[in-house]
C-alpha cells in the first residue's frame, strides 16, 4: 500500500510541468485577445476558446484545433495565424476573429455575438482589422 501512495505522488510531481507548461499559452491568449485578465482567484477568461473543458488539457474545440495546426513553435504566431485565416471553426456564421473582437467563444457554437458579423467587421476595421491581434 505504501508503494502505491509512493507510485502515485511520484506521478503527480511528474506530471506538474505539463500541467503548469499551458498556462503561459493560456496568458499569451488573455494578453494578445485584449481579454480581462483574471482577478485573484477567479478565472474570467476560461481555457474555452482553444479547449474543451474549461480546465484545459485535450481535447481540443474546432478553434483550437487551428491554432494547432499553425503552431510552428510560437504560440503568439499560431494564434494570430488562425485569426488572419478568417475561418469560423464553429460554424456559428462569425469568423474566428470577429468572435474573439466580440468576446465571445470561436470554437463554441452555442457562443456568438448578439449583433450582425457585419456590424462586427466594420467596428473591427475601424479598430484597426485583425492586425490588433498581432503578437504582442
Ligand atoms: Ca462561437
Known amino acids: 500500500m505504501r508503494k502505491v501512495g509512493l507510485l502515485v505522488l511520484v506521478l ?3 506530471l506538474i510541468p505539463f500541467v503548469q507548461a499551458r498556462g503561459p499559452y493560456r496568458l499569451q491568449a488573455i494578453a494578445q485577445f485584449n481579454l480581462v485578465a483574471d482577478r485573484g482567484d477567479v478565472r ?3 481555457c474555452q476558446y482553444c479547449h474543451v473543458s474549461a480546465n484545459g488539457g485535450a481535447p481540443w474545440n474546432a478553434f483550437g484545433n487551428e491554432v494547432r495546426a499553425n503552431f510552428k513553435g510560437s504560440i503568439g504566431d499560431a494564434l494570430y ?3 488572419k485565416a478568417m475561418k469560423d ?3 456559428d456564421g462569425y ?3 470577429l468572435e474573439v473582437f466580440a468576446g465571445t467563444l470561436p470554437g463554441d457554437a452555442s457562443s456568438k455575438p448578439l449583433v450582425t458579423p457585419q456590424f462586427l467587421m466594420q467596428s473591427l476595421e ?3 482589422g ?4 498581432k503578437p504582442k
Open 44 to 46: 474570467t477568461v476560461t
Open 95 to 97: 469568423t474566428d476573429v
Open 81 to 83: 495565424e488562425a485569426l
Open 89 to 91: 471553426a464553429d460554424g
Open 126 to 128: 475601424k479598430a484597426g
Open 130 to 133: 485583425v492586425d490588433i491581434y
Open 12 to 14: 503527480a510531481v511528474a
